[in-house]
């Protein structure tokens, strides 16, 4: 097994984990809209703390896909260690985002959280595959 294997498996793993927390963050964002009566394909005027928490919930979840992306490019490129601290801040960026709809007080489907925590899963795999390189 070549030392290219586990840095491949750890970049594919990485992108699927960062693709998986944003469509889970744009998705509860979207399900949000959808519970206060609203479409994405309109104009509408939410709450304040509506307008809020779906901002949040957007730039926590595509922040952590961003440096999930990152990181998934550093790994390939064979910064390794920068790469796993850019997976472990997307990380700690989609748990935030997991917290986001508790703390605001919103119900939504649990399949969101799921979704996010999996991404992370997958984004501390691919690390661990890219660290076994070192």
Do not use: D
Request: some cysteine.
């Amino acid at each position: 097994m070549s030392k290219e294997t586990p840095l491949r498996r750890g970049y594919w793993l990485t992108v699927f984990g960062g693709l998986l927390i944003a469509s889970s963050s744009l998705f509860e964002a979207a399900y949000i809209l959808h519970l206060s009566g609203y479409s994405l394909l309109q104009e509408f005027r939410l709450l304040l703390h509506e307008r809020i928490f779906v901002s949040l919930c957007l730039f926590l979840g595509l922040t952590a896909a961003a440096l999930a992306f990152a990181g998934a490019y550093f790994q390939l490129k064979g910064f390794v260690r920068l790469g796993g601290f850019s997976g472990v801040c997307a990380s700690v960026f989609a748990l935030f985002n997991v917290m986001v709809p508790f703390v605001y007080g919103f119900e939504v489907n649990q399949i969101f959280a799921i979704g996010t925590v999996l991404g992370v899963c997958l984004i501390a795999v691919g690390a661990e595959f890219a660290g076994s390189v070192l």
